[in-house]
């Protein structure tokens, strides 16, 4: 279970009172044999509840939460010492268990950079703090973030984006938001393909229950942290089914937030907006493409990627890092800003109850920037007073563990309290009733490039399929309506969608669909790939071609 850190749950009782009675009884133990028979007593029914109780660890303040740490390639094992460091002066109740991910294990031969043993530990933790890390150059190495991500179910990633005006130089000093990106999905999913000699194709996969996933994280997120609006960006306007099913999930779930003010925007003119006015925008969800670039507009305009910390969010397992990379150039030199990493292990430990420890660090860094004490990539003349190496930042940050900034805000984490079950009550997708999937239409997608590729002539040809009633109806390259009635300037790949349907589009068979694919065959046609055409509830589970 989780509780706030430092706040006692009411079965936690019996050992609260032993320790309180335990310690009336001391005085009086010097003085007369029942007092001191009673000292013992309480003293060992102390020792009893400590020992089974279940809820011991949220009394003894100096019990650690084992997490696991990496310390990453290039400035990694800097910044993760520099991190380390304030985080024991601090406080921290954490033991480290290193594990080995990156540039030397891709290079032992392991393609997803992290060796099979060091899931073990990340199981058993479920609190990851990892540096950066080098993917060697070349193919055949897999994205060590993705494979994470996915893995363990990290379904939410979290940056916040803030201005530290006038210390950190940027021109929009209100900035104060943050961005919650979907992590499993989209793009993402890294189904790719060669299907001809000139197209290749990237699958963009997005899912209900994904969508609903992260839509109820980022209200949860906005409740929980006194957040007043929630935006959500996509480019529904042109995906209209699968950014649509995003932006229709998000309005659903926002009528039970009905405190939370939300809004919508294009993703185009949002990634504007936050460019030009980030000031207006407090939550922002959107889907995994979208949120990897916008988080990074939205760092640098606060004034430095380098400070941007950022959290992985799973059911059971969580990840805390920099947003930056592993900068091999400056390895080893001791001026890396170690602040991106700093600022996700203050995520980690609101994360795991210790947000009084995150509020201490916090403000001490704030405070270590307004007395200008800033590595080199903050640095500015007039208003930064020394300039300091990585470790040298963070002794000046431990120097001021215990101070609060006295012109920036002051940090304060939500310590409300919420037990597990309450939490997966809260983001638990709502059940649904499933649709009825009703198979209508076939695309079958071509590769062919004869003669000067006149639509005219591949269509004829294609003409002669017919499986029982399905035919051929038109024929799209890229997207666009070629044939019949094609447009002579629409400049053709060697990648054609052919699109068949019943003659009144009524229900077709698998057999009808063998069938048309033996005649394509019979022709001399290469088919590349087919999508079969459904409609879910009577309603159209496929895109019309442009132009159709």
């Known amino acids: 279970m989780k509780y706030a ?20 009884y001391f005085p009086f133990s010097f003085y007369n044999k029942g007092g001191l028979e009673m000292f013992v007593y309480q003293y060992f029914l102390f020792l009893y509840h400590l020992k089974f109780s279940k809820t011991s ?17 290039g400035i990694g094992p800097e910044i993760m010492k520099a991190t380390l460091s304030v985080l024991k002066e601090a406080g921290a109740a954490i033991e480290t268990e290193v594990i080995e991910i990156g540039e030397q294990v891709y290079l032992k031969g392991i393609s997803s950079g992290i060796a099979p043993s060091a899931w073990n530990s990340l199981r058993n933790t479920k609190v990851f703090l990892k540096s950066p890390i080098t993917t060697p150059q070349g193919g055949g190495f897999k994205s060590l973030n993705v494979t994470t991500r996915k893995t363990l179910g990290l379904y939410a990633n979290v940056r916040p984006c803030k201005a530290f005006a006038p210390f950190v130089r940027t021109h929009f000093p209100k900035t104060d938001m943050v961005i919650i990106r979907e992590n499993e999905e989209d793009l993402y999913a890294g189904i790719e393909h060669r299907q001809t000699d000139e197209v290749y194709q990237c699958l963009k996969l997005i899912s209900r229950p994904g ?22 960006m996509t480019k529904d306007n042109i995906m209209k089914m699968a950014d649509g099913v995003f932006h229709q999930v998000f309005n659903e779930v926002a009528k039970e937030y009905p405190e939370i003010e939300t809004d919508h925007k294009i993703i185009d003119i949002g990634t504007a907006l936050i460019a030009d006015r980030p000031e207006m925008f407090d939550v922002i969800v959107t889907l995994n493409l979208y949120g990897d ?11 430095s990627v380098g400070l941007g910390g950022s959290a992985n969010i799973g059911e059971d397992v969580a990840m805390f890092e920099a947003i930056h990379g592993s900068a091999p150039d400056i390895a080893g030199m001791d001026i890396a800003n170690p602040s991106g990493l700093l600022n996700g292990a203050v995520m980690m430990l609101v994360h795991i109850g210790q947000p009084e420890v995150a509020e201490k660090i916090s403000n001490a860094w704030m405070a270590t920037l307004e007395d200008g004490i800033h590595t080199g990539d903050i640095y500015q003349e007039g208003i930064s007073k020394q300039k300091v190496g990585t470790q040298e930042f963070a002794a000046a940050v431990i120097e001021r563990l215990g101070r609060v900034p006295s012109k920036l805000k002051k940090a304060t984490f939500s310590k409300a309290v919420r037990t597990e079950a309450e939490t997966r009550a809260a983001l638990a997708l709502r059940p649904s009733k499933p649709s009825e999937k009703v198979l209508i239409g076939l695309d079958v997608f071509i590769d062919w490039k004869e003669g000067d590729r006149n639509a005219n002539t591949i269509g004829d040809r294609l ?18 309506r070629v044939y019949p009635d094609g447009m002579k300037e629409t400049f053709c790949s060697d990648h054609w969608r052919v699109r068949f349907f019943n003659a009144d589009e009524t229900v077709i068979t698998h057999d009808q669909v063998i069938e048309v694919l033996k ?12 999508e079969h055409l459904y409609t879910f509830d009577g309603v159209r589970g496929f895109s019309l071609a442009q132009g159709e």
């Open 463 to 480: 003409r002669e399929v017919n499986a029982g009633g399905l035919k051929m109806q038109l024929i799209t390259n890229r997207g666009v």
């Open 57 to 73: 660890k949220i009394i003894l303040m100096s019990e650690k939460r084992k997490i696991t740490v990496a310390y990453g390639d």
């Open 519 to 530: 005649q394509v065959q019979q022709l001399g046609f290469d088919f590349v790939k087919t």
């Open 5 to 24: 850190f430092g706040l006692v749950p009411s079965n936690s009782l019996p050992i609260f009172k032993s320790i309180v009675l335990s310690f009336i």
């Open 293 to 303: 670039i916008i988080s990074d507009v939205a760092a640098q305009i606060t004034g």
């Open 211 to 232: 969508s609903e996933k992260i839509v109820r994280y980022a209200f949860e997120y906005a409740r929980m942290n006194n957040r007043k609006k929630v935006t959500c």
